[in-house]
């Protein structure tokens, strides 16, 4: 079993930065993949970024890509996501999810946290 605590979100301005942290906890949490997803309001939730449990492997959505920096200290159990240049539009709960292999695709991941709000105003 892993546990999952997202830490991070809040109100900013557009243009602002954010880091958001995945916290695992568990039985060998840090041989796990981490993924991090996003759920606008009315919309289905979808593929961040993702880091593989060495951090040697990370991939993105085509779209976030140079703006999103997903990077993980093993020591301390956590994967951050640095999200730049925000926009409205990525107004959304955040999420992190641990997997042994990782994915691109949310119904591969076995542990989910409960998420943080990030909002971006314009």
């Known amino acids: 079993q892993v546990q999952l605590v997202e830490s991070g979100g809040g109100l900013v301005q557009a243009g602002a930065s954010l880091r958001l942290s995945c916290s695992a906890s568990g039985r060998a949490s840090g041989n796990y993949a981490i993924g991090w997803f996003r759920q606008a309001p009315g919309k289905e939730r979808e593929f961040v970024a993702g880091i593989s449990w060495s951090g040697r492997g990370t991939y993105y959505a085509d779209s976030l890509k140079g703006r999103f920096t997903i990077s993980r200290v093993n020591a301390k159990n956590t994967v951050y996501l640095q999200m730049n240049s925000l926009k409205p539009e990525d107004t959304a709960v955040y999420y992190c999810?641990?997997?042994?292999?990782?994915?691109?695709?949310?119904?591969?991941?076995?542990?989910w946290g409960q998420g943080t709000q990030v909002t971006v105003s314009s």
């Open positions: 999810a641990a997997d042994p292999l990782g994915s691109y695709y949310q119904n591969e991941y076995r542990y």
